[in-house]
């Protein structure tokens, strides 16, 4: 027995048409007209766009941070990415000092399974590269389905590595099929402006945006691409923030450089004038920083353009009171990051492709098609086409809410988004053929998502 | 009674999956698993592509140029298309002074009907604007089904238009839906050039590339696209054919401009060097002329970047015996154009898939998807969808074969692209679910192809 | 008998440093110690600047316009400047339709005989080219002393020319040694816009500002500059007045194409804001139209850098009663233009200088010595050094002073710069050695300027 | 009793005009007609250029590399540079792991005293930056005379620093007067390159030039602006060797930022064949490397547009014969650097001027002003005038000769431009006042340059 969903659009990175959709067991199997069996089980779906499952390749779910950890765990996390219409994540599972990748890794999985209410795979966030982790590698992609690592350009003595480790896990990466995902912002600037700031007794978030500029993450990406291009390597940019940096991907690119850029829904709709808000400001530290509104224009082209090929969350939540509070006398001891895994879909849409900013189809490929591609999901995921898993977004451009915090599945207390009229919503979310979202609720309380090994990268 | 392509792999502009096809009448009915009617035919396509059919926006045939024709007429260049994977063409009928558009363009139904074995739909090249005609356009969109039109910025004294023509078309077209598709080199400059190398003694082929610089290219689509931003329209620009050019657009393009960009397979894989091939050199001047090698690089760049949206042929054949030969002693009296509408998806399979430089699914991007949604004809043309049109080409990658002019469906005593060993090619070919191609012969000798009034342009 | 300047600092475009100066007749004889001669007459000028006399490169004195004339003469426009500092003009002679070259600038001749309190050339703006006019251009620089002539792209139907007309100038002005001036704005986009803009009953000056958009300034430099590379010729850029189009200049330098180009108070100093004193704002009507304060930056920048040759004045002065109010119903009615040949050096040096903007070596090289040497009239003019015109400004740094129309030499009922608080004034001026100009007031109520027939460029 | 130069031609960075010099004691007294005394010596200079003694500013004399030291020590560098015209040299004091800046600055100072044909000054190169040396620098510019430090982004584990440091002597450098000279090359990048192709066995001297690529050196350029730039300080880049770092450059300055950049006769005139010269290609192995000729023509570009400020040598002697050499097997031990002192300016005359490439003012204000300019020696040094020292050039346009080996003063068994025929030749040099090279060959057999403290940088 199957289920036809019938009467949608059905919208892909490229094709927009209406055609019944025939699901049976995890599986998309057929689309058109007259692809019903007899016993097959019909949803109505007239007026709906039916919308591959979103996939979120940057989240940060019970992440130690500092002596605190993120408000959310994989359970409260994935809730909220799956009421949102994000039906697989990728997780940075993190090496901390002194761990193997194998250590680490394994510890992502006791923090996840059996939580997960969306699909997820992992990448490795490595702080502690030396030989014996560049050895491991090989066994990471090739047996243990993680084809991505991140490092941090930024974070000097924590989690900060030289060109010299770049350049070797970009080799390494090239030889192992691994993307290397690089954080974009030269530390050792911010680490010098942080201790200007402080010593002259300026600390409050205000000046988190200050000891960040834009040439901290211009400076950062351009190294990072020439480093790559060294290495003959292709390089991942998480989270682009302002328009300088855009200018650099898209030159590299026009240069034939193997770049992908991920930019975030913080950057493309807020900007730094929250740090002015005195009191909440610590709401809205994260790395790089919001940035001045007309860098906005710029990233909402880029994904047009596609010179930008992903939007993620970077989701990394701290409750405001008791967390991120702690930072309201010196701006360097907040936690950075923010939540948003619940809110991607509706706040692209109402911002993006209602005003058109954006099309249907690049809302689909910059949340779903491409950031699967790139991390070794497609066409498992990323689409709909028969033989790929029936994860669909039944997406309601008549459902209007408001994103509010105490209402919120995301477990924070909290919302950078709090208040903002919303225009079109996940009605119901499939996972692989199985219904978990129905008329905008959770309709089953257990968590069915399963871990993704993924392909290798070429 | 359907027919079931069982076996091979779909490839759209960001899909590519094995599944079966079901067409029925003119349709695509319903792709995946277990769709097949008792009484459906069905074609073992195991191990090919199936691809929407080519879409080739830039042909002239039946094209009268000074006191001669173009060697193919819509008979010969459609078999050619067809033969080649493409089934929609859109063909440039022109207005000579004088004329009205209404005239014009039933001058170009009068020697397209009947005769065509893709379909087809024209643009409207402007030669003689003036108030009367602006006001045709109206007409032209809304009750003809051409929504685009085209001018010159070169061929002083002919065809060439200045930037108050220019700017008073983006307006109309604008205000109509309509498309303002420009040829863009500087026509001034040309023409005192060519003056310089006549007067010197300078009259070999070699000086028609000489006389055409780079810089007349990239001046020319520089203005244009400042004259498109200043009467706040969009532009198409046809046969981009430098890197210099190229990166006017990608600039333009990032910074918002709405710009659409066309290259040719002569530009991808051609170069100046054949102007040196002394007796022969005749047969490779169009206007742009080839540039030099290292700006190859850059276009298949472009193309993979998505900076380039479309490639077509701009095939426009003249016999070398007889039409090309005419300008021996004076290069200037050589009519320009070269044939290619029979080549197209294997050239760019070959020298663009095959080596990696793009990917299927941007090969079938720039042939198909995009030249089918910039001019009004998607998603009826330019996809592989339930409810599109069934028009599919049965792509086989094992078929190696040589492009020789004697052999060619076109009608034309020669091809510039003589001797180049081709690996795919068209098996079969659908035209809304006609098999007319069957194992690269054309299966049938009579012309279906129908007029296909586009859409208006957004 | 000489005269001695004692205790001065010689300021040119590359040093800086204490000594006396010797002049004798029309002279700079020695510079040094010891070198007074025992009859010699000793001027103390201790603490003040000396400079040579100020070069301005583009006025408009006794210029017909429409049906009116600009309200200085030679007369009172050379009174301004010599008190302002500038010891030489270069005033734009015109030929209106129907003229040959010969007869405008006799014309010029005999409106400047006689009248003239600086020394003076002419560059020729032509306004009616033809075969004819092409073979005067020989005849201009080898025996008329005029090395320049100038070109509009913009007033369409009145001056502009076409890119034909451009080329075959570019090419007569390489062979004869005449550098070729183009005002850069692209007429046609701006005919169309200021149609627009009247038929839409916005007939505002603020409607001046936005008819002539800086994309149609920087579209035009663009094209000058590809023209000018085509015919391997070099090309002056007069009153340049944006961020983009000085962003294509700098481009066009790195290159290698041969552009100078030239900047004017108004743009340094001035901003659209103007066009929004509803009543007053026909004052500040210009083309190009003053631009967002944000492009001033950028300009300084560029005379620092060098990027930017020359700052001229293009003073070209309507009374505000009676000539600019014309206009207050039909933007397009007033005539376009403003004095300032008397204010540009004590605008550049309290704004410029003064807040560090520029050296005064920088001050000196765009003033003075970039326009002698561009235009044929150095080192005879533009330095101060043995054997050039003894034209010196003893420039007083302490005398601050207010600008006022009514204390103006100008002969103009307003200044653009009304009530500007200046730091720095000519103390004294020496034309070819004699006292003009004597604590800041002319003390020879003579004309001794003479004309200079100008060397032709390379 | 002072020198009169009579019949010279005298060229400035702006200036060029005919005129008597007069020389009285160290100093140039007067210029022009009429300044002699009588008792005063009259040398006839008739037909010659009269120029500011050469100011080389990178220079490494008697430096130990390695187990080994330079061929040249102060007394053969300096005789070298002045039978060159060069004056003024300014040599990198180098301060060793664990010595203070105080000790290294004796350490040279004891090195240089009582050997040098020019006049001197010294730079500070840093290779052991810690919190006591960053004390040192107010020292080193108050009370020692040295303006200017150097700091190497490459040569990994030996000289190179990081961001952090970099940043912080940008600060220290900005607090004191003293400029930030940096070698810009990503020296990670370039460690791992060398390890890369050392492991595959590819060892010759062409493999030094693929270890560090052009965007080693156009990353580090970018990199060192932005850190200055965060640190709102100058910076000085030292031989700058392509043109991806030239547009850098150039971007920069555009931008505003404060930019000095340098480069050097070797990138100049030489390139990257060198390298195939299998047996004596060691000679030429430099840091930048030679690169592509392409390059050389935008580098002359750069002088010619200012963009690049200085023309130096880098001048870094190793014998051929039991230095280079060493490194036949192994181009990682070849000692880096090539001799040049005594070539700069005829090089850049025969190749620079003769051609038309760059004038004689820029051919001056690289060699001598600017140099001057920059490093604190103006106008004592860079310029004549009176006052200046009387560092005075007399050239000799019509003076050929073939650079040889055999011939030179340099102490070294080679030289790169070996065979070259020179057209113009220093026939007189002054140091302060005394002839010291009197028809091309030295003329004083003691060495008579004194050190010179410099000015603090602004």
Redesign the interface.
């Given at each position: 027995m199957g289920v036809i969903l019938r009467g949608g659009i059905?919208v892909?990175?490229?094709?927009?048409?209406?055609?019944d959709i025939?699901m049976e067991g995890e599986k998309?199997?057929?689309?058109?007209?007259?692809?019903a069996?007899p016993e097959d089980h019909i949803l109505d779906v007239e007026g709906c766009f039916l919308l591959p499952g979103g996939v979120d390749v940057h989240t940060h779910f019970d992440l130690p941070v500092g002596n605190t950890v993120t408000a959310d765990d994989f359970s409260s996390g994935t809730q909220g990415a799956i009421i949102g219409g994000t039906t697989t994540v990728v997780d940075y599972a993190t090496q901390f000092k002194g761990q193997t990748l194998k250590e680490a890794l394994m510890a992502w999985h006791a923090k996840a399974r059996g939580k997960n209410y969306t699909d997820y795979g992992f990448h490795m966030a490595i702080s502690d590269w030396n030989d014996d982790i560049a050895e491991e590698i090989c066994w990471l992609s090739k047996s243990a389905g993680v084809t991505s690592i991140k490092l941090y350009m930024a974070y000097?003595n924590v989690l900060q590595v030289?060109?010299?480790i770049?350049?070797?896990a970009f080799?390494k990466g090239k030889q192992h099929g691994v993307l290397v995902c690089v954080h974009c912002e030269?530390g050792?600037?911010i680490?010098?402006?942080v201790n200007q700031y402080r010593s002259q007794g300026n600390v409050t978030p205000y000046y988190h945006s200050l000891s960040r500029?834009i040439?901290?993450e211009?400076?950062a990406v351009?190294?990072v691409i020439?480093?790559a291009?060294?290495?003959q390597s292709q390089v991942y940019i998480v989270h682009l923030s302002s328009n300088l940096a855009?200018?650099v991907v898209?030159k590299a690119?026009?240069?034939?450089n193997k770049v992908y850029a991920e930019t975030c829904p913080q950057y493309l709709l807020l900007d730094e004038s929250y740090y002015n808000h005195s009191f909440e400001s610590t709401k809205y530290v994260i790395s790089p920083p919001l940035r001045q509104k007309e860098n906005q224009?710029?990233l909402w082209?880029?994904l047009s353009?596609?010179?930008l090929d992903v939007v993620a969350t970077d989701h990394c939540s701290f409750n405001f009171n008791g967390q991120k509070d702690a930072g309201l006398q010196d701006f360097s001891m907040i936690p950075n990051g923010i939540p948003g895994v619940e809110n991607r879909l509706s706040l692209l849409y109402t911002y993006g492709v209602v005003p058109g900013k954006i099309s249907m189809n690049t809302f689909v490929?910059v949340t779903a098609?491409q950031p699967a591609k790139i991390f070794g999901l497609f066409?498992r995921k990323g689409?709909i086409?028969?033989?790929?898993d029936a994860d669909i977004v039944v997406w309601d451009t008549n459902h209007t809410f408001v994103i509010r915090a105490e209402t919120q599945y995301q477990r924070v207390d909290y919302t950078p988004y709090e208040g903002l009229q919303q225009k079109g919503k996940a009605r119901h979310v499939f996972l692989r053929g199985r219904q978990v979202v129905h008329h905008g609720k959770l309709c089953d309380v257990n968590p069915h998502g399963i871990y993704l090994p993924r392909q290798g990268i070429r």
């Open positions: 059905i892909t990175a490229v094709d927009y048409y209406k055609a025939r998309v199997i057929a689309i058109g007209e007259g692809i069996l000097k030289n060109d010299d770049l350049f070797k080799t030269n050792d600037m680490y010098n402006l500029p040439i901290a211009e400076e351009t190294r020439a480093i291009q060294a290495a855009l200018q898209m690119k026009a240069k034939g224009d710029f082209r880029g353009n596609r010179i490929n098609t066409p689409t086409a028969p033989g790929s």
